[in-house]
């Protein structure tokens, strides 16, 4: 297959181009700034730049781009920045890859959809939810329109917590734990939709050939609250895991993205397990083995 990505330099991008190569496909990658070789191609997604040449003939396009919920404070700027950088890119390989006839968009979104839902078992028939990362997913979905109206098979992906070595939560919380600071946040109640790196990259590349439209729950297949989770990072790292971080002290660092960490997803993975899929990692344990070992 040849497979145009975009936002592919970060996490779950740099795993997916290794894993499509591996398997002998070619990729073209748009990338917002000088390219690095024959196979990368610029684009401008913030002011509407993007040949057409380099979708014609493609057997489909993969969107990843977005700046990360967690990386800085959500002030207003930052907000809009959050929006944009999803939105624009999303609209403009919608409209592109209509027009040029590639055949299907596999384009990012998040669990965050649904908003906080306490323990509330949660598919893809779900309703949205009325957070601000909820307005966000919405808009970011609904920024692909364009493809769907134009013919394209479109699939949204709502990842949960990606679980990988490299990047995400998983380092952050394993720093935390090793350095015997690890705790649950807010009431552990929490569910945590966690996936594991490894499937979430074979979910994607399975969902560019399967007969599969409209939301995905990228997220495994047994969603733990937060407390069984710190429990179980914390017995694979040989630690203890005695604190509680309450919301007051999460709000004092990460502000208003507090309320996305105490509010929390029990997402099922309906559309994927119905497709076929076959997870490597069905429970956490293996999951955090596999990237921890
Ligand atoms: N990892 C997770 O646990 C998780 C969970 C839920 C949803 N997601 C979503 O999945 C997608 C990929 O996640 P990831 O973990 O791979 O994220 P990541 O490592 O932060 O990579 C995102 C990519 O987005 C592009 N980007 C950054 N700023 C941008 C901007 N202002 N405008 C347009 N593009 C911009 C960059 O690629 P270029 O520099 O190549 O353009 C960047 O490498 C994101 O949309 C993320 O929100 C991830």
Redesign the pocket.
């Known amino acids: 297959m040849h497979i145009v990505t ?8 740099q795993r997916l181009i290794k894993r499509l190569r591996s398997g002998g496909h070619r990729i073209t990658q748009l ?2 700034s000088n390219p690095q070789g024959a196979d990368q191609a610029t684009w401008d ?1 913030d002011h509407g730049v993007l040949d057409p040449s380099l979708l014609e003939g493609a057997d489909g396009i993969v969107n ?6 967690g990386d800085k404070r959500w002030n207003g700027a930052y907000r809009d ?1 959050i929006r944009t ?2 939105v624009n ?1 999303s609209k403009l390989l919608a409209t592109t890859g209509a027009r040029t006839g590639v055949p299907v968009l596999v384009n ?1 979104s ?1 669990v965050g959809y649904y908003g906080p839902r306490g323990d509330e078992f949660i598919d893809e028939t779900g309703n949205a939810g009325t957070s601000f990362l909820a307005g966000v997913c919405v808009d970011w979905e609904r920024a692909t329109d364009a493809a769907e109206k134009g013919g394209v098979r479109v699939v949204h992906l709502r ?4 679980l990988g070595k490299e ?3 998983l380092p952050q919380l394993t720093l935390i734990t090793k350095l015997f600071a690890g705790g649950k946040l807010g009431s552990g109640k929490q569910y945590y939709p966690w996936i594991s790196a490894t499937d979430h990259i074979d979910a994607m590349v399975h969902l560019l050939t399967a007969d599969v439209a409209g939301p995905v729950n990228m997220t495994g297949p047994a969603p733990v609250t937060n407390a069984e989770f710190t429990r179980e990072l914390g017995h694979q790292l040989h630690r203890p895991t005695p604190w509680k971080v309450p919301k007051f002290a999460l709000q004092l660092v990460v502000g208003d993205f507090a309320e996305e960490i105490v509010g929390g997803q029990r997402a099922i993975p309906e559309a994927l397990t119905a497709s076929g899929f076959v997870f490597t990692h069905a429970t956490l344990s293996e999951a955090l083995h596999s990237e921890l070992g």
């Open positions: 975009a936002g592919a330099s970060g996490f779950l991008g990338v917002r997604p990843l781009c977005g700046v990360g919920v920045l950088s999803r890119p990012a998040g990842t949960g917590l990606v990047a995400g939560l």
